[in-house]
């Protein structure tokens, strides 16, 4: 059963930066994909970032700003995000799927984490 204990959210102001952690466990990451979904109040679950061993890619309301990397040794997926706007406020969640590529749909994913809350203010 894999595991996923996402962390790192918080309060911050608007231009500020947080980073989120996503330790893995259950299975090692290696070969397959692992990515950051967001939920707003009201809104769909929606993409953020993925990361598998060739790369990452990032959805383009975030591009330029979020960069997804990971640290194999340890397991654990981060996502960086700078220059926080009021609209990334959301629950941000991070999943892992089976597959080598990084689908861009929550159905693809097949385990969740419990997600941590981010909030940025204005």
């Known amino acids: 059963q894999v595991q996923l204990a996402e962390s790192g959210g918080g309060l911050v102001q608007a231009g500020g930066s947080l980073r989120l952690s996503c330790a893995v466990s259950g299975q090692s990451f290696s070969n397959y994909a692992v990515g950051w979904f967001r939920r707003s109040p009201g809104k769909e679950r929606e993409f953020v970032a993925a990361i598998n061993r060739s790369g990452g890619t990032t959805s383009d309301s975030v591009k330029g700003r979020f960069t997804i990397s990971r640290d194999n040794a340890e397991n654990t997926i981060y996502l960086q995000m700078n220059s926080l706007k009021p609209e990334d406020t959301a629950v941000y969640y991070c999943?892992?799927?089976?597959?080598?590529?990084?689908?861009?749909?929550?159905?693809?994913?097949?385990?969740w984490g419990q997600g941590t809350q981010v909030t940025v203010s204005s």
């Open positions: 999943a892992f799927t089976r597959t080598k590529y990084m689908p861009r749909v929550p159905g693809a994913y097949e385990f």
